[in-house]
């Protein structure tokens, strides 16, 4: 089985700050991997898919990159509505890692 | 605008059964593979199971794999997840999601239902 392991676990940050998120494959996935933001009480959204494509209505200050084991999912200026749970998805078993949560410093 | 509404969760005994039903809209659901994912209490998502578009293909995750069906009924554009043997690890809020499909291993999980939750508790 493919294992994701996420870092950090959690995070505080202000409004404005640039966050980044990383996702460690256990073996090589290629570019195979979504993010997924959920927030208490809704309903997951997916961010970005195939590792770096940004999904349609998905605010450009989201970002992904990486390709093999070692991914990024990067905020370039974190806003109030960000605040949530962040998972990467790796697609060919399609194992979540265990996902961050981004808090308000 | 596509929706997925579940429906079918409550609480149920250790070893009792359930089924759940997701109901799609605003799609072509019978041109989809479909899925269920579920969070338990305080944890993480975890993929369950899904389902090829003509229902001739069916993948489980292996803690629910002969515990666990899932099932579709393309005509009333319909997902079902029928769990047995139900255990307390199996309590989550189960939600259906819709997967895009771009090539092998090339997908992802673009429409979410709200979820319904299972409770197993004697």
């Known amino acids: 089985d493919i294992q994701m392991t996420q870092s950090p676990s959690s995070l505080s940050a202000s409004v404005g700050d640039r966050v980044t998120i990383t996702c460690r494959a256990s073996?090589?996935?290629?570019?195979?991997l979504n993010w997924y933001q959920e927030k208490p009480g809704k309903a997951p959204k997916l961010l970005i898919y195939?590792?770096?494509s940004l999904q349609s209505g998905v605010p450009s200050r989201f970002s992904g990159s990486g390709s093999g084991t070692d991914f990024t999912l990067t905020i370039s200026s974190l806003q109030p509505e960000d605040f949530a749970t962040y998972y990467c998805q790796q697609s060919y078993s399609k194992t979540f890692g265990q996902g961050t949560k981004v808090e308000i410093k | 605008e596509v929706q997925l509404v579940e429906s079918g969760g409550g609480l149920v005994q250790p070893g009792g059964s359930l089924r759940l039903s997701c109901a799609g809209s605003?799609?072509?659901?019978?041109?989809?593979?479909m899925n269920w994912v579920r969070q338990a209490p305080g944890k993480g998502l975890e993929w369950v199971a899904n389902i090829k578009p003509d229902g001739s293909v069916t993948y489980y995750v292996e803690s629910v794999r002969g515990r666990f069906i899932i099932s579709r009924d393309n005509v009333n554009k319909l997902l079902y997840l029928q769990m047995s043997s139900l255990r307390d690890e199996d309590t989550a809020i189960y939600y259906c999601?819709?997967?895009?499909?771009?090539?092998?291993?090339?997908?992802?999980?673009?429409?979410w239902g709200q979820g319904t939750l299972v409770t197993v508790s004697s």
């Open positions: 073996q090589n996935i290629n570019t195979y």
């Open positions: 195939a590792a770096s």
């Open positions: 999601a819709r997967e895009m499909v771009r090539g092998v291993a090339v997908n992802w999980f673009d429409s």
């Open positions: 605003g799609f072509d659901f019978p041109s989809y593979w």
